[in-house]
């Protein structure tokens, strides 16, 4: 059975720093594209960072490119996220997902993943 398990979040000033932490048991984690996906009250969730199987593809959403960097360690079987400069419309229930589809790509459609942490609350003061 597949667990993602979040940690990492909090409560930060804006301009502030956090890193969220994804952990996997379960499965073949090398073999999963992974997401990190955020969804704020009354809004849809969103996708702000992925990673190929390898690490070597990445994907940002704009509002947070430049700002964010997704990372994922297979021998440790996580998968990170840094956020920085961290603005109060950051603020949200992140989650960590998994997918195993053939095509190994950073992928940003949530239809795409398979597997979901319970999320993580990130809040931002201003």
């Known amino acids: 059975q597949v667990q993602l398990v979040e940690s990492g979040g909090g409560l930060v000033q804006a301009g502030g720093s956090l890193r969220l932490s994804c952990a996997a048991s379960?499965?073949?984690?090398?073999?999963?594209?992974m997401g990190w996906f955020r969804q704020a009250p009354g809004k849809e969730r969103e996708c702000v960072a992925a990673?190929?199987?390898?690490?070597?593809?990445?994907y940002y959403a704009d509002s947070v490119n430049g700002r964010f960097t997704i990372s994922r360690d297979n021998a440790k079987k996580t998968v990170n996220l840094q956020m920085n400069s961290l603005k109060p419309d950051d603020t949200a229930v992140y989650y960590c997902?998994?997918?195993?589809?053939?095509?190994?790509?950073?992928?940003?459609?949530?239809?795409?993943?398979?597997?979901w942490g319970q999320g993580t609350q990130v809040t931002v003061s201003s």
């Open positions: 997902a998994a997918g195993s589809g053939f095509l190994d790509y950073a992928r940003s459609r949530r239809a795409d993943y398979e597997y």
């Open positions: 379960g499965g073949t984690f090398s073999s999963w594209f």
């Open positions: 990673i190929n199987r390898s690490g070597g593809n990445t």
